[in-house]
């Protein structure tokens, strides 16, 4: 009986110092700076995204929250350096659509996507643009989709580089519409636009945000975007699944990884912290402004979220036939 009375003893004292630890990690994080990790060069697309939240964090976790830009290897370098980092909650990246596509476009990776990381949170998804040179008779992506039938390998799409979203969106409509169009990557999102403009291409997938004045200067048309529902920066474009490809569907999103093993109460912390900021009026209105959809989550949602686009891209890639090592 007392040998009994002791393990039993013993515990509920185990128990009570375990969440104490917790409480007091909880309270006490963050203690100093928290790196956050941002794979591409500066002032990047995600780049404005990453340091409204370094900035928010700062301003309500009294601790600086550094953005540490790490491009390379389509994201794989500084994803790698998260992967591979204490598990404490002091490095973080923002991971964007690609960490769910290099799985299938590389032979091996340094990392696992799904069990080297601890989700934390989605923070925004990013629909795309579909757009023609204004010299392509067609006014809808039905009327796209007819003349890609009727013409097979004879008009091109442009995007930002192989094994981009901007690439892959074209990819998934092709497989989906049952077209052949050939692919012309370029160096950049820049770079693919003005290539359309000029001629040299007849179709891109591309940034709402850096089309849009392009299209209101009539240099572009736009057909339809990509996401689920319409953007308010030019809310008379239908979705591509709207106009005629039911099914159709890319976000380039944007969400905060940890490496695996990182507390949950850190984890919890985080979490709700996003979610205040994205609801903060200032955060949505610079989000919308450019295209972006705020778009918060649990940290159970963003895990699925990611093992589904993991299995949605690798098909997408397995079909088109695309490696990048």
């Known amino acids: 009986m007392k040998m009994k009375r002791r393990f039993v003893v013993g515990l509920v004292v185990g128990i009570g110092l375990i969440m104490g630890t917790s409480a007091v990690w909880s309270q006490a994080y963050p203690s100093r700076p928290i790196r956050l990790i941002v794979p591409y060069p500066p002032g990047g697309a995600v780049d404005p995204i990453a340091r409204t939240i370094a900035q928010k964090l700062s301003e309500a976790w009294g601790q600086p929250v550094v953005v540490d830009n ?9 994803t ?3 992967a591979k980092a204490a598990p404490d909650g002091y490095t973080v990246i923002l991971a964007t659509i690609s960490h769910t596509m290099n799985p299938a476009m590389y032979g091996k990776l340094p990392y696992d996507p799904v069990k080297d990381f601890t989700p934390l949170s989605l923070v925004s998804l990013i629909p795309l643009m579909l757009v023609v040179n204004p010299q392509v008779p067609v006014k ?6 007819d003349l890609l039938k009727a013409k097979p390998g004879q008009l091109n799409f442009s995007s930002a580089g192989n094994g981009t979203s901007t690439h892959l969106a074209a990819e998934l409509f092709k497989a989906l519409a049952g077209v052949d169009i050939v692919h012309v990557p370029y160096k950049g999102s820049g770079a693919s636009v003005a290539a359309v403009m000029a001629g040299e291409t007849q179709v891109a997938f591309d940034s709402v945000f850096l089309q849009i004045p392009q299209v209101k200067a009539g ?5 339809a975007v990509t996401g689920t529902k319409r953007t308010s920066l030019a809310p008379e474009l239908p979705t591509v699944s709207e106009a005629g490809l039911p099914g159709y569907e890319v976000s380039a999103w944007v969400g905060l990884l940890a490496p695996a093993g990182t507390p949950p109460e850190v984890v919890q912390k985080w979490n709700r912290e996003i979610a205040r900021i994205l609801q903060l009026p200032e955060v949505r209105e610079r989000q919308i402004s450019q295209g972006n959809e705020p778009a918060g989550s649990t940290v ?5 979220f990611i093992k589904t686009e993991i299995n949605k891209w690798g098909e997408v890639v397995k079909q088109a036939g695309i490696k990048l090592d």
């Open 70 to 78: 790490k491009p390379g290897a389509g994201t794989i370098i500084g």
């Open 80 to 82: 790698e350096i998260v």
């Open 140 to 145: 809808s992506v039905k009327e796209l989709i």
């Open 219 to 223: 240099k572009l048309r736009a057909l």
């Open 300 to 304: 159970e949602y963003f895990a699925d």
